[in-house]
T-cell receptor, first 112, second 112 residues
Framework: ELKVEQNPLFLSMQEGKNYTIYCNYS?????LYWYRQDPGKSLESLFV?????AVKQEGRLMASLDTKARLSTLHITAAVHDLSATYFC????????????FGKGTHLIIQP | SQTIHQWPATLVQPVGSPLSLECTVE??????LYWYRQAAGRGLQLLFY??????ISSEVPQNLSASRPQDRQFILSSKKLLLSDSGFYLC???????????FGDGTRLSIL
């Protein structure tokens, strides 16, 4: 059974600081996704990581994937208040169904 | 461009009543379609997925069912709702297995 663990589950940080969210998964996968969810809203796709060593960047967010370690990171650089949200990583097991297995999410609060 | 529509946005139903949630996608053909539920304490959970008309795969045994009567239409149903069916129901689509899944705005279902 594929399991996805994120940490931390809750993070409060100040604007201007850097931080990293970690996502570990339990079985081989060749597809990892990061999503953002604002309170009461749906999920917004941030990144798709499809190969070992993949790195994607958008603004102050950068995601990477290490398939050998079964680890993805989401790095936040010089955080701003607008990045406050819940961030989910999601994985599809290799050769498995197309549905996503989500981590529990990281609730990120960025304070001025 | 592609869009995904879910309705209703909010629904309050008594225990034992039937349910029908509808999801439609525009601007693409033969999408993969998915139903997820987000509930307190249970995270985001895949319920059903479909790769074509009439093709439904269930991930979690429950009193819910799904149907895909048309290429871009996905319906989630129940004959008798339980209290445990409360949650935020999200429909999603993707172009293929390696593309990100794009989520609708969701239906918030409360069971009384």
């Amino acid at each position: 059974e594929l399991k996805v663990e994120q940490n931390p589950l809750f993070l409060s940080m100040q604007e201007g600081k850097n931080y990293t969210i970690y996502c570990n998964y339990s079985t081989t996968s060749d597809r990892l996704y990061w999503y953002r969810q604002d309170p009461g809203k749906s999920l917004e796709s941030l990144f798709v990581l499809l190969s070992n060593g993949a790195v994607k960047q958008e603004g102050r967010l950068m995601a990477s994937l290490d398939t050998k370690a079964r680890l993805s990171t989401l790095h936040i650089t010089a955080a701003v208040h607008d990045l406050s949200a819940t961030y989910f990583c999601a994985v599809v097991s290799r050769g498995g169904a197309d549905g996503l297995t989500f981590g529990k999410g990281t609730h990120l609060i960025i304070q001025p | 461009s592609q869009t995904i529509h879910q309705w209703p946005a909010t629904l309050v139903q008594p225990v034992g009543s039937p349910l029908s949630l509808e999801c439609t996608v525009e601007g693409t053909s033969n999408p993969n379609l998915y139903w997820y539920r987000q509930a307190a304490g249970r995270g985001l959970q895949l319920l059903f997925y479909s790769v074509g008309i009439g093709q439904i795969s269930s991930e979690v045994p429950q009193n819910l069912s799904a149907s895909r009567p048309q290429d871009r239409q996905f319906i989630l149903s129940s004959k008798k709702l339980l209290l445990s069916d409360s949650g935020f129901y999200l429909c999603a689509w993707s172009a293929d297995s390696y593309q990100p899944q794009h989520f609708g705005d969701g239906t918030r279902l409360s069971i009384l």
